[in-house]
């Protein structure tokens, strides 16, 4: 089996969303001096490669702690979305609708992983249009995962995209990496949350397991 990462590292000065704090590491123990290292861990529950949970959005939303562990691992087909085009339409997922029938999670190569780490990853990236979301929820899917900053355009301020995945209390993976080192087939995939108390979203270690 071959494991493929998903995720991108944490670490400081990493690409956050525009106007959230960046994560902090501090060291209070040291080897030479407690004769041990620890690291204190400063960051959002949206840092990095993470997920959200529809309490992020919705009031009365569900939290990742009160999902079944099982919700983050499935089976999961990745549909290539690298046109050119700022918008992934109805006619890009239609070819794959087998596929997506038999899939738990639908992630989305647009190749916007290129641009980590400078600006132009902020702007200009392709997003689901409200057609498109129609017809995803329409499938029996546990969550749907993006290459990109966010599910919704980076113009888009009421976070339509993210109301209509999270209103099927399914969860939302934005910021993945790799995706081009996929199969066009089903595969395995993992992608757990930290677990703690009423989390709206969390940093994972998105997987893909690959026969």
Known sequence: MKIIDLSHRIEPGMPVYPGMEA??????????????VETRITLLSHTGTHMDAPAHILAGGITLDRMPVSTFYGQAI???????????????LMPFESEIQAADFVFFRTGWS????????????PALTTEAAVYLNDFTLKGVGFDTISADAAQAHDFTIHKMILGKNR????????LDQLPPVLFSTACFPLHFSNSDGSPVRAVALIE
Not at 79 to 86: D, N, T, Y
Not at 171 to 178: G, W
């Open 23 to 36: 994560p902090v590491l501090t060291f209070p123990f040291d080897l030479d001096k407690d004769g041990f």
């Open 78 to 92: 990745c549909i290539e979305a690298v046109s050119g085009r700022q918008e992934i339409t109805i006619d890009d």
């Open 114 to 125: 290129r641009l980590w780490g400078k600006p132009d990853y902020f702007e200009g990236y």
């Open 171 to 178: 969860i939302i993976i934005e910021n993945l990496t790799n």
